[in-house]
């Protein structure tokens, strides 16, 4: 069982005042529940839900200085902090967090011309094709294949059951009619700081690379065709396809379901909606949505 004290809390997070018992221990999370009778429990509290404090007689929650307008339980302690969710997430990366692959599986087939960086880990059945080049904290889940001529960055992490590199779906019409597919050779480039949920499927450029920026988070079941280049600190949420030889500025926001036709140009700082199909060139700074999508006033 997880246990610490309030205190081990206080030495992690930068925080703004604390008011209860430092020597309290934590060993469950929780959502925000006015009604908790635990005092063993953590949780935090945006400004929107302030209110339900007003409530709490147990636990120990991580708020912002609002709750410093308020009548304050005794028996409850007081993370006070300017970023609340932050701060909490910060606590479970440091003290919830599964254990993360370390070192190289036993299972796992990696190329003896692949360049491997410092402090690799490399998950069951993972599978490294020729003239990779794997950076250094790099982290693979189990059953990924990591494609030939793929570059990856420093503190990358790869998910379980992701295929990067693989072919992408382009045809040619022969004279008889039937379709001859396209042999795709060129490769991707992954900068630092990517991460990728699982099953998520990256292909490979025809001739030149597909390239995802410095700090690009791609959620699980994405997939990012031939030659799409992604800005730095984009994010591409769960079920999203992005067409071939798309260009998607830096800090935008891809969201759940969102299909993206090939040759896009998007700006930085776009916000795609929940569904939405891009069909045209969408400049920077907006905020889009529908079928097809359109900005939204």
Request: charged share 20%; net charge positive; with cysteine.
């Amino acid at each position: 069982m997880i246990e610490f004290q309030v205190r081990d809390i206080l030495k992690t997070i930068k925080y703004i005042k604390f008011i209860g018992n430092e020597e309290a221990k934590v060993t469950q999370l929780i959502s925000l529940d006015r009604n908790n009778r635990k005092s063993n429990v953590l949780f935090w509290c945006s400004d929107t839900n302030i209110d339900s404090l007003d409530e709490l007689t147990k636990g120990t929650v991580i708020c912002s200085e609002l709750v410093l307008k308020k009548s304050l339980s005794t028996s409850c302690n007081y993370i006070v902090v300017e970023n609340p969710r932050l701060r909490f997430s910060e606590v479970i990366n440091k003290f919830f967090s599964y254990p993360e692959i370390t070192g190289l599986s036993e299972t796992a087939k990696v190329s003896k011309t692949v360049q491997l960086g410092h402090q690799v880990s490399i998950g069951e059945h993972v599978v490294i094709g020729e003239n990779c080049v794997i950076g250094n904290n790099v982290s693979i889940g189990h059953n990924s294949v990591i494609s030939s001529n793929t570059m990856i960055g420093n503190s990358v992490k790869v998910g379980s059951n992701c295929t990067i590199g693989g072919c992408g779906f382009g045809y040619a019409v022969g004279e008889d009619g039937k379709k001859i597919r396209i042999n795709h050779i060129g490769g991707v480039i992954l900068g630092d700081r990517v991460e990728l949920g699982s099953n998520v499927c990256i292909d490979r450029g025809v001739i030149g690379d597909t390239i995802l920026g410095d700090g690009v988070l791609v959620d699980n079941l994405a997939h990012i065709s031939h030659n799409v280049v992604i800005g730095e600190d984009s994010m591409i949420y769960a079920l999203t396809v992005i067409c071939g030889s798309t260009i998607i500025g830096k800090n935008s926001k891809v969201a759940p379901g969102a299909s993206i036709i090939n040759k896009v140009i998007i700006g930085d700082k776009v916000q795609i909606g929940i569904g939405a199909v891009v069909v045209r060139n969408l400049p920077s700074g907006i905020v889009v949505a529908g079928n097809p999508a359109k900005k939204l006033k």
